[in-house]
């Protein structure tokens, strides 16, 4: 039997209180799961559950209020490069060109230009945006920003990428090209992926494991290891079974593409 990969990431009874001037926001509770090396794990929960507050706190944005989240065996107390974030809303340097956005980071970190220009087109080309290096992102689609976006994230070569909805504002056909891209970008680059969804058929599309949270305040429902063959077969009987299942355990309507 294949051996358990080395767990990367690690959520240990993690709560977290907002104090808002109506009291105290419980928006995260008693939260335990684990993302393994190289797996593409989907968060799956339904809006304003407290997923962008989970990866804001995986990420080192945020504090935890009770427990704590384990990166690599150390406990995370600040952002670090090792850790990549997608951002649900696309959050490019608008002054900055394809090409600056995507190298910035090892620019900051003290790459020298021609490692750091040679990684970055890596890059750029990976995500299918070779001849738009020196676009700014105004001049670009959704679709396209949002591959800067992810490039971007790439560019720091991170042990484990948090991607936060990272499709959620693009139009249906955009958002099936992007997720198909995903998928072949992940296969060739391996990484620990941590991506954040409400979208039944897109976590089911990527998702290795897939763990769904409850309302708010978010903690495990349940857990699906998804295991059909890639890339997936969107109609295939077990596909719309699993799909049947999963929004099945769930107790809102809330759900996109499900109402
Ligand atoms: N800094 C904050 N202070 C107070 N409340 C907050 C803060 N950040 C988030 N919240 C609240 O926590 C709840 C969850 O927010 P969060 O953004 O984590 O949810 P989400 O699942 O990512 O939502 P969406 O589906 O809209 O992306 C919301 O009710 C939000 O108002
Ligand atoms: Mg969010």
Not at 76 to 103: H, Y
Not at 191 to 210: G, K, M, S
Request: hydrophobic share 35%; charged share 30%; aromatic share 8%.
């Amino acid at each position: 039997m294949e051996q358990e990969r080395k767990i990367i990431i690690e959520s240990e009874h993690v709560s977290k209180v907002f104090d808002t001037p109506d009291g105290e926001h419980e928006v995260v509770h008693d939260l335990n799961f684990s993302a393994r090396e190289n797996e593409f794990l989907v968060l799956f929960g339904p809006g304003q559950c407290g997923k962008t507050t989970i990866i804001n706190m995986i990420a080192g944005f945020e504090q935890t209020s009770e427990g704590k989240i384990m990166a690599e065996g150390e406990k995370v107390e600040k952002p670090d490069i090792s850790r990549g974030v997608v951002f649900q809303s696309i959050s490019l340097f608008p002054w900055m060109t394809t090409m600056g956005n995507v190298e910035y980071g090892p620019k900051i970190a003290g790459v020298k230009k021609k490692e750091r220009r040679e990684r970055a087109q890596k890059y750029i080309d990976l995500v299918g945006l070779q001849g738009f290096e020196n676009s700014f992102p105004n001049q670009l689609s959704g679709g396209m920003r949002q591959r800067v976006g992810i490039a971007r994230a790439y560019c720091n070569e991170p042990r484990v990428m948090l991607m936060d909805e990272p499709f959620g504002a693009l139009d249906a056909q955009t958002r099936y090209l992007m997720q198909e891209e995903l998928q072949r970008i992940w296969s060739t680059e391996k990484r620990t992926v941590i991506f954040v969804t409400n979208n039944i058929e897109e976590a089911l599309y990527l998702a290795d494991r897939i763990i769904v949270l409850t309302s708010c305040p978010a903690t495990v429902k349940k857990e699906y290891v998804i295991d059909l063959p890639r890339p997936r077969d969107l109609v295939s009987e077990e596909f719309l079974a699993l799909r049947k299942e999963i929004t099945g355990i769930l107790d809102s309507s809330q759900w996109e593409g499900e109402t």
